[in-house]
């Protein structure tokens, strides 16, 4: 008997810890780092500006919501993956994805950042991924809760 109320209280206390992180994911921020650095591939002359900060800057000028939080970084040590972006935020997986054009693919960098907040862990179901995530990710690291 006392087994099976102590393994109620663990399943009670798993999808309780689910539904909280759930109803967490919806006021959480995230924060999108975007490699301002970035060439995509290209030899650009020191005094042009690069593409990952043309994505930034074309990122900058569209409506956020005021949870994700847009971060310039210098390197992201990805160049030979075009433009890259990070998605992370407490508690969640962390995204790298890559081979971004600034002049297409910043509706898609949106929507895959509304949808990674709305996720309650950050692990947007596949399926649900704009079509350039599930093609160019290129490294999904674990929460740090989740690496011990």
Partial sequence: MFLHALLASVWFSCVLTRCQRKIMSKTDSIELLV???CRAGRAEPDNEKRQGTVLFEAIKQEALPENIKLTAVSCLANCDHGCSI?????????????????????????????????????RVPWRERPEHFRKNCIARIPPIEAAS
């Fill in 86 to 122: 990070v998605l992370r935020g407490e508690n969640r997986w962390t995204y790298v994805y890559g081979n971004l054009d600034p002049a297409q693919d910043v509706e898609t960098i949106l929507n895959g950042a509304s949808r990674y907040l709305d996720a309650a862990d950050g």
């Fill in 35 to 37: 490699c301002t650095s």
